[in-house]
């Protein structure tokens, strides 16, 4: 009972505290709302297009790339405001398209397009979606200077009759189906893949930062001062990890509700996806309280907090998908109790999976928030006790 | 100007020994900027990517050979790895077993169907927890297919023109290979030819920048410290100039910045191939970037009545810059409003000036951005000296 009413005055004491109205409920929703959109669907990314002159191809491409809606194109007079609005930040690709296009491929060369990016993940995905609407446009002329090669006729025509004959054509189509499914599930939402890694992202990062009202508390000699009441260290050592557990729990528990009703994310089975929180809460409370008891020096804990929890959600894989890691970082993202809750996460939503086929994750994850609390426990009760 | 000196000298022993500005200052950019470069370095090289995957071959045909050196090629970039399976089960059971994320499926037919102008199939079978990887896998056949594509047309082409159907003998006859008809055009990558960090150095300047209006925050908060605890009434009954105590602070938060700053420019160079570019412009923005993080900081100091209010204020406001200054992501590239609001942090101007100076640029490269940075110092940096001012003279 006791250990309860510390529990929940650790947790009334976070609320109170005004700057984390801001950490704790403002700033995680601008980051998932910040992800979504850099990495969602519906906002295209931009591209930027120059030409060097008007002319049939150099039309025929920027209607191509003008009729994909999964880009906008956006228009620039020289190439040089292309390439500036790249290293600016103001589009995410530029298209270089060359002078006198038509000349070139009718005397059978080929024309150089060039093609700037950012040096941020989507700069290889946008080149290959570019190249392809070109492809597109450039298979009749590519198709007539094959076959003005072979027949010495002239180009003119023999584009005409490719142009004839790309109509007709079929292309080889590609179909991606899951192992042992039909179809390959239609791919997440565009707030689903960012919500579940900013779930786990911030609930370490309260939990961690909740190091520091232990650190206070240690500081004030509450503790000690509660020792000569009627309360047995059991208690505040319990209270104290109820405190640091509701903390990260109201945290996970607002970034799921919230974004369940804002954004209709798909947490997957009810029951499997609140026995994920419960124990990454769990995991993310023995963490804080071992800072909070090995610590004596809050901003220390403070910078080393902000730093775990970064540099741990990178590697877990809340940050970049831990599919795409080599081998070895693979391993090492199985190190962190992080990318363990994200595969639990994944498997409630990608394979419709239910509590019992998350039980391994919930028990690594278990066994990190026993070893992490027991050893957090032994640590305090040293750090309460000293003279 | 000589107390304010020893103030800051004396305040700076005890930010030494108390090791938080240590961690916050340099050991926790340089940590996380190694974990950033190791984990999202290699997206933006997309090589090293752990893309494994399978090929099964029913087709056994020139197309699908065509294919699998297309694969193979792009082994050799060290972009995938590619396993060759007999038959689906095994391809199956090679993604059960976790060895590959996706294999490709060519069925028997696909070249016939190819020259009949028939439609036909490449099946991508993927781990439905490797979704990416798949996405990836899908993309690889998507282009491979325009190529055939292309050739298709080219081979139609011709013998539209000739009048002959299109039979192997007729394929056999051209005097080139098919595949060349998809080159009509190069789309050449000139990305290196823009003036933009590279990934290593970009995340080296975000966590620094990121980190340094945490470090300075020792500094200027430390005003607020002495009041609390009643040292600084002593200080004021003391014969120092009132002036100096607020210089002190601040020379102690400039320091502490500038030693954080270098510290991280020298050791990411060192540690991990970050290039900075010229050395001079570079110290132009560092110092123009502590500068201004002293001011904003110490801004924060005056408008806030106890060390902790100004520590919440100025970690809110930290990040708020942090985020939307683009040090964590590039945030220019979403568009819209963010990528004009940006440029109101001084972190975009001092990510901007490096990038300025990246590909060899002179150090005089710096000066826009760092002249940008600097007015966020001046402006700020008098505000606060004239509310710290009246504060302490009253």
């Not at chain 1, 240690?218 to 405190?243: D, F, H, K, N």
């Not at chain 2, 406001?317 to 220019?332: D, E, K």
Request: no cysteine; hydrophobic share 50%; net charge negative.
């Amino acid at each position: 009972m006791r250990a309860l009413h510390i529990g929940i005055i650790n947790v009334k004491r976070m609320l109170r505290e005004r700057s984390n109205i801001f950490f704790v409920f403002i700033f995680p929703l601008a980051i998932v709302l910040l992800v979504g959109i850099q990495f969602g669907g519906s906002f295209a990314p931009v591209i930027g297009i120059s030409v060097g002159g008007e002319g049939e191809l150099t039309s025929a491409i920027v209607g191509a790339l003008e009729e994909d809606d999964s880009i906008e194109l956006r228009r620039f007079e020289s190439s040089d405001e292309v390439v500036t609005a790249v290293e600016r930040g103001g589009v995410q690709a530029g298209v270089l398209l060359p002078a006198d296009m038509d000349t070139t491929v009718a005397s059978g060369n080929s024309v150089e397009i060039g093609y700037v990016s950012r040096p941020d993940g989507a700069g290889a995905q946008l080149q290959s979606l570019v190249a392809s609407a070109i492809a597109e446009v450039m298979r009749p002329v590519g198709a007539a200077q094959f076959a003005v090669v072979e027949t010495g006729e002239d180009f003119d025509e023999t584009l005409q009759v490719a142009e004839g004959i790309a109509e007709g054509t079929e292309p080889i189509v590609v179909e991606v189906s899951a192992v042992g499914e039909a179809l390959f599930p239609a791919t997440l939402g565009r707030f689903d893949l960012g919500a579940s890694s900013q779930l786990v992202l911030f609930v370490f990062l309260t939990a961690l930062a909740g190091s520091s009202a232990l650190i206070l508390t240690r500081q004030l000699g509450i503790s000690q001062r509660m020792l000569s009441t009627p309360t047995s260290m059991r208690a505040i050592i319990v209270g104290e990890s109820l405190g640091r557990f509701g903390t990260a729990l109201v945290q996970g528990v607002y970034i799921m509700v919230l974004t369940l009703i804002m954004f209709q994310v798909n947490w997957g089975d009810p029951v499997g996806a609140t026995l994920i929180l419960v124990a990454l809460s769990a995991v993310g409370a023995g963490a804080g309280m071992l800072m909070g008891s090995v610590f004596s020096n809050d901003q220390q804990a403070a910078g080393i907090g902000v730093m775990l929890a970064l540099g741990l959600a990178a590697l877990g894989g809340a940050m970049f998908p831990a599919e795409l890691f080599s081998p070895t970082m693979q391993r090492v993202a199985h190190v962190t109790p992080h990318a363990w809750a994200l595969d639990g996460f994944a498997e409630l939503v990608r394979r419709d999976g239910n509590t019992l086929d998350i039980l391994p994750e919930l028990g690594v994850l278990a066994v990190y928030a026993i070893g992490l609390l027991g050893l957090a426990s032994w640590r305090l009760r040293v750090a309460i006790t000293r003279p | 100007m000589g107390a304010a000196f020893r103030i800051a000298a004396k305040d700076l022993k005890l930010r030494v020994r108390d090791r938080s500005a240590f961690i916050l200052g340099i050991l926790a950019p340089l940590v996380l900027a190694f974990i950033f470069d190791a984990i999202f370095g290699s997206a933006a090289t997309g090589t090293g990517l752990g893309l494994d995957y399978g090929l099964v071959d029913d087709d056994q045909s020139q197309v699908s050979a065509a294919f699998a050196s297309v694969l193979e090629g792009a082994e050799s970039e060290d972009i995938l790895t590619v396993e060759v399976y007999d038959e689906r089960a095994a391809a199956d059971s090679a993604i059960g077993d976790d060895d590959i994320d996706a294999y490709f499926f060519i069925p028997s037919g696909l070249e016939q169907a190819v020259f009949a102008n028939r439609s036909s199939t490449i099946e991508i079978v993927g781990d439905i927890d490797s979704p990416t990887s798949t996405q990836i896998a899908a993309s690889f056949a998507e282009q491979f297919s325009s190529g055939v594509a292309s050739a298709q047309l080219a081979v139609a082409t011709t013998a539209g023109v000739t009048g002959s159907p299109v039979t192997p003998d007729f394929v056999d006859s051209l005097s080139q290979d098919p595949a060349i008809a998809g080159r009509s055009f190069d789309l050449t990558d000139r990305s290196a030819e823009t003036k933009q960090l590279d990934a290593s150095t970009y995340f080296a300047a975000g966590m620094a920048a990121f980190f340094l209006f945490f470090t300075v925050q020792f500094g200027v908060n430390g005003l607020l410290e002495e009041e609390r605890d009643g040292t600084l009434a002593r200080l004021m009954a003391a014969p120092i100039p009132r002036i100096s105590l607020v210089a002190g602070k601040a020379i102690l938060s400039f320091v502490l910045g500038l030693v954080s700053m270098t510290v991280l420019v020298v050791a990411t160079s060192l540690l991990m191939d970050a290039s900075w570019g010229a050395p001079l412009g570079v110290a132009l923005l560092v110092v123009a970037g502590v500068l201004a993080a002293v001011g904003i900081m110490g801004l924060v100091a005056a408008i806030t009545k106890t060390p902790e209010g100004a520590g919440n204020l100025g970690s809110i406001i930290a990040v708020i810059l942090g985020m939307l200054g683009g040090t964590f992501f590039p945030i220019g590239a979403t568009g819209g409003v963010l990528s004009a609001l940006t440029y109101i942090t001084p972190h975009a101007w001092f990510l901007r000036g490096l990038a300025d100076l990246s590909s060899d640029a002179p150090w005089t490269a710096a000066l826009p951005a760092a002249g940008a940075i600097m007015m966020f110092a001046v402006v700020t940096g008098l505000l606060a000296w004239l509310l710290l001012r009246r504060r302490l003279t009253r």
